[in-house]
C-alpha cells in the first residue's frame, strides 16, 4: 500500500477513484493472450467499439499497422517478464480513425509468478501527437526553403563568376 493512503477506503472511496478513471483514462483488462475481458466507457468511446464487439478480441483488433513491429515486440517482452510497459501507441479506431495513446501496461501475476491478466490505462495524445507532426512538417518545410536559398545562392554566384570570365576574355 503507497505511504499516506488510507488503509480504510471505503466502497464509495472506490467508487469515485473508479469515477474519475473512467472520465479520463481508458482502461481495459485482458488475459495473457490478449484478449479483452474489460473495457471501460471512455475506452469504449474512443475506440468506437461497443462492449460486446470488443470483449474478447485482441487487443490487435486496434492496431493501427503505423508503428514499427518492434514497438509491439518490446512491448510483449516487457508485461510477460512481469515487469510494465509504457510508450506511446497509435491506434484504429473502428470508424479507421486514428488516435494516440500514452499507455501503461501492468501485469497481474498469478500464484506461480506468471502473468495471468494485463491492466491497461491510457490517456489520449492525440492533440499532442498533431501539434508534435506539424510542427516536424513545418520545420521540414523550413529546411526545403534554406537549402533551396542557399542553392539559389551558390547558383548566383556562380553564375556572376561565369559572366565575370566571359568579360575578361576576348571576343572572337
Known amino acids: 500500500m503507497p505511504l499516506g493512503l488510507d488503509q480504510n477506503l471505503t466502497e464509495k472511496d472506490y467508487q469515485g477513484l473508479l469515477t474519475a478513471l473512467d472520465k479520463t483514462a481508458l482502461v481495459s483488462m485482458t488475459d495473457n493472450k490478449g484478449n479483452i475481458l ?6 469504449i468511446e474512443v ?7 470488443l470483449f474478447g478480441q485482441n487487443h490487435r483488433i486496434l492496431k493501427s499497422h503505423q508503428q514499427p513491429d518492434e514497438v509491439f515486440v518490446d ?14 501507441i497509435k491506434n ?26 494485463y491492466i491497461s490505462v491510457r490517456f489520449l495524445i492525440t492533440d499532442k501527437k498533431n501539434v508534435e507532426e506539424a510542427e516536424k512538417k513545418r520545420s521540414e518545410e523550413i529546411e526545403k526553403m534554406n537549402k533551396f536559398m ?12 561565369e559572366i565575370d570570365n ?7
Do not use: C, H
Not at 474489460?38 to 475506452?43: I, L, M
Not at 512491448?75 to 506511446?88: A, C
Not at 484504429?92 to 491478466?117: F, H, M, Q
Open 38 to 43: 474489460y473495457a471501460n466507457n471512455k475506452f
Open 47 to 53: 475506440s468506437k467499439y461497443s462492449l460486446p464487439e
Open 75 to 88: 512491448l510483449w517482452k516487457t508485461i510477460s517478464s512481469g515487469q510494465v510497459w509504457r510508450g506511446e
Open 92 to 117: 484504429r479506431a473502428k470508424d479507421s480513425t486514428y488516435y494516440w495513446v500514452d499507455t501503461s501496461i501492468a501485469p497481474i501475476l498469478g500464484s506461480d509468478g506468471k502473468p495471468e491478466r
Open 150 to 161: 542557399i542553392d539559389r545562392e551558390l547558383k548566383m554566384v556562380e553564375l556572376k563568376r
Open 166 to 172: 566571359s568579360k575578361k576574355q576576348p571576343p572572337f
